[in-house]
């Protein structure tokens, strides 16, 4: 469905952050579709039965500062901030129908954490499921919101109260009335959904106060460190060289007669007398015949 056809009602007239007779249209945002599973969202105590609000003490106020997201730690909610204004005809616009997650801040008014009472609000569900504030109902005092700011810090509100008002009689001066003091409201469908009239039949508010800031916790950068000796040690001075530091080569071997035997001298040659031959033997004599 387009968001022009979640319709919020009554039509009511309320100062909001110090805008006066400022029309409003926040009742019950009409679904064309609700939650098809047989589980119901948690419903809070019914507005009569809901304790009162502004009983407790806040701390100092913000300056102004866009929030950009909001969180719920004890229904698991952590959910994008948009911007929404007024529409032509004096709703208050809501955030689109296909995104269900996305929740919403009206930025004409107070920003949260500034004095007054800033207003955020999303869909309880969809064609397709829970939205973001599905669970909304589930949230009791002493709980709570935390939102997120442009300016770093965070702005953490205790919740005072958690009722469920009927969209035919919206106490638009308890929910949006000015107020002196850091203030929250979070706002969504309640009741029961009536098919045959395509949405719910009231609203779902949880009243908070300013009762604690976070400021920004991301470390600066470090500086760059100033070189000086004994920040960066010097390079090591290149060996000089000696001739203790670096050993002369071992010299050749000088020759000596006593290092290098001399050769065997040749065998000196001497003739052996030779023996003379016998004398032949005279020959025998002829004997005479």
């Known amino acids: 469905m387009a968001s022009s056809s979640y319709r919020?009602?009554?039509?009511?007239?309320?100062?909001?952050?110090?805008?006066?007779?400022?029309?409003?249209?926040?009742?019950?945002?009409?679904?064309?579709?609700g939650v098809r599973a047989q589980e119901q969202p948690p419903?809070?105590?019914?507005?009569?039965?809901?304790?009162?609000?502004?009983?407790g003490g806040t701390i100092a106020p913000l300056p102004a500062s866009r929030p950009v997201r909001i969180r719920i730690p004890a229904i698991q909610v952590e959910a994008p901030l948009m911007g929404l204004s007024l529409l032509p005809d004096g709703s208050l616009d809501v955030p689109?129908?296909?995104?269900?997650?996305?929740?919403?801040?009206?930025?004409?008014?107070?920003?949260?954490?500034?004095?007054?009472?800033a207003v955020t609000a999303g869909h309880l569900d969809s064609a397709t499921g829970p939205a973001v504030f599905y669970r909304l109902g589930a949230v009791r005092p002493g709980q709570t919101v935390e939102v997120?700011?442009?300016?770093?810090?965070?702005a953490v509100f205790t919740v005072d109260n958690v009722e469920l008002v009927p969209g035919d009689a919206f106490p638009d001066a308890k929910?949006?009335?000015?107020?002196?003091?850091?203030e929250l409201r979070v706002i969504t469908c309640g009741g029961t959904y009536t098919r045959a009239?395509?949405?719910?039949?009231?609203?779902?508010?949880?009243?908070?106060r300013l009762t604690d800031v976070r400021e920004p916790t991301a470390a600066s950068p470090s500086p760059a460190p100033s070189w000086s000796p004994t920040a960066v040690a010097p390079p090591s001075p290149a060996p000089s060289w000696s001739p203790t530091a670096v050993a002369p080569p071992s010299p050749a071997p000088s020759w000596s007669p006593t290092a290098v035997a001399p050769p065997s001298p040749a065998p000196s040659w001497s003739p052996t007398p030779l023996t003379p031959p016998s004398p032949p033997s005279p020959p025998s004599p002829?004997?005479?015949w």
């Open 8 to 33: 919020v009602l009554p039509r009511v007239k309320a100062p909001l952050a110090g805008l006066t007779t400022l029309g409003v249209l926040i009742g019950a945002w009409m679904m064309a579709e």
């Open 96 to 117: 689109p129908a296909d995104v269900p997650q996305l929740a919403g801040w009206f930025q004409d008014g107070t920003s949260p954490g500034a004095v007054g009472t």
């Open 148 to 154: 997120d700011r442009e300016d770093g810090r965070t």
């Open 175 to 182: 929910v949006y009335g000015q107020s002196d003091r850091p």
């Open 197 to 208: 009239t395509g949405g719910y039949q009231g609203n779902t508010v949880v009243y908070a």
């Open 43 to 55: 419903r809070p105590p019914a507005a009569g039965d809901a304790r009162s609000v502004g009983a």
């Open 286 to 288: 002829v004997p005479s």
